[in-house]
Nanobody, 114 residues
Framework: QVQLVESGGGLVQAGGSLRLSCTASKNIFSINPMAWYRQAPGKQRELVATIFSGGNTDYADSVKGRFTISRDNAKNTVYLQMNSLKPEDTAVYYC????????WGQGTQVTVSS
């Protein structure tokens, strides 16, 4: 069974940057679209960014122009570079397959202070 481990979260001031990483226990990235999701307190989990096997990417309107998703297939790792962070970006961030999610990891907390 695939395991996903997210890391890189933390506390940052508005306008700051963070880089999240997600490593899988098996090579699933090269052939499967991967995505980052987030869940803020009291809200449903939402899709943030997707990277397809061909390298194309897609973003939620709320993060477009500020976040960049990328991957390193050799390292079984997906990244999320987050710039110009806003307090409303505060959430637990998760990665998973875009269309057939496996067991969710523990996520990584991102807190943006105003």
């Amino acid at each position: 069974q695939v395991q996903l481990v997210e890391s890189g979260g933390g506390l940052v001031q508005a306008g700051g940057s963070l880089r999240l990483s997600c490593t899988a226990s098996k090579n699933i990235f090269s052939i499967n679209p991967m995505a980052w999701y987030r869940q803020a307190p009291g809200k449903q989990r939402e899709l943030v960014a997707t990277i397809f096997s061909g390298g194309n990417t897609d973003y939620a309107d709320s993060v477009k122009g500020r976040f960049t998703i990328s991957r390193d297939n050799a390292k079984n790792t997906v990244y999320l570079q987050m710039n110009s962070l806003k307090p409303e970006d505060t959430a637990v961030y998760y990665c998973n397959l875009r269309f057939s999610p496996v067991v969710w990891g523990q996520g990584t907390q991102v807190t943006v202070s105003s």
